[in-house]
C-alpha cells in the first residue's frame, strides 16, 4: 500500500526535478516561465502530498516506510527552496 501511495508525490518530485534546470537554461524566454510554473506546480503538489494527515498519501508512506517519507520529503523541499525564491520572476 505504501509503494502505491508513494508514487503521486515522487512522480511529482521527479517532474519538478527534470524541469527545475529546463526552467534554469531557458529562464529569459516564455518556454522558460513554463518550466518554472510546471516545477512549482508539481514541487508543492507533491509536498503538500506528503502531509501525513487524513486521506492524503503522507500519512500511508509514513505508516508503509518512515525512512522513504522523510527522504521524499527532504528532496522536495530541497527543489522547493530552489524554485521559491525565483517566483517572482517566474510569475511577472
Known sequence: MGRIAAAGPLTNILIAA????LYMVFSESFIG??????CFVNVFL???????????DGK??????AI???FLLIIGAIIFSLI???M???IT
Request: net charge positive; glycine share 8%.
Open 46 to 56: 507533491g509536498v503538500f502530498n506528503l502531509i501525513p494527515f487524513g486521506p492524503l
Open 33 to 38: 516561465t513554463i518550466f518554472g510554473f510546471m
Open 68 to 70: 522513504a517519507w522523510a
Open 60 to 65: 500511508k508512506i509514513l505508516r508503509w516506510n
Open 84 to 86: 521559491w525564491p525565483r
Open 88 to 90: 517572482p520572476a517566474i
Open 18 to 21: 527534470l524541469t527545475f534546470p
